[in-house]
């Protein structure tokens, strides 16, 4: 497995894996937000983040495994907090504590 890591420019890098994964999870799973993911776009989570690193900094990782992304995390920080904005992992990767990285299809 190998990263890719940036900022602000590896962002619509993620828009499949939000859209079609995380954003795709939370209109299957969730109970009381269920309407709301279902007309979130990515666009707007985008401008979202944009407008909280406005004071501060982005890091975005994108995880890769055979040329393929399968999974990323986008975390913002300034002087006082870091927080992870999006954390996305499809149910059919598995790493275990070696680092292996398993690819179920």
């Given at each position: 497995m190998t990263y890719v890591t940036g900022s602000v420019e590896l962002l619509d890098e993620i828009e499949e894996m939000w859209s079609e994964g995380l954003r795709q999870h939370h209109i299957e799973k969730s109970v009381h937000f269920k309407e709301f993911f279902k007309y979130y776009t990515f666009a707007e989570r985008k401008q979202k983040i944009l407008k909280r690193i406005d004071e501060g900094k982005l890091l975005v990782i994108i995880a890769?495994?055979?040329?393929?992304?399968?999974?990323?995390?986008?975390?913002?920080?300034?002087?006082?907090?870091?927080?992870?904005?999006?954390?996305?992992?499809?149910?059919?990767?598995?790493?275990?504590?070696?680092?292996?990285?398993?690819?179920?299809?």
């Open positions: 890769m495994y055979n040329g393929d992304k399968i999974g990323y995390c986008v975390s913002s920080c300034n002087e006082q907090n870091g927080e992870i904005e999006s954390l996305y992992v499809p149910r059919h990767v598995k790493i275990d504590a070696n680092d292996t990285t398993k690819v179920m299809t």
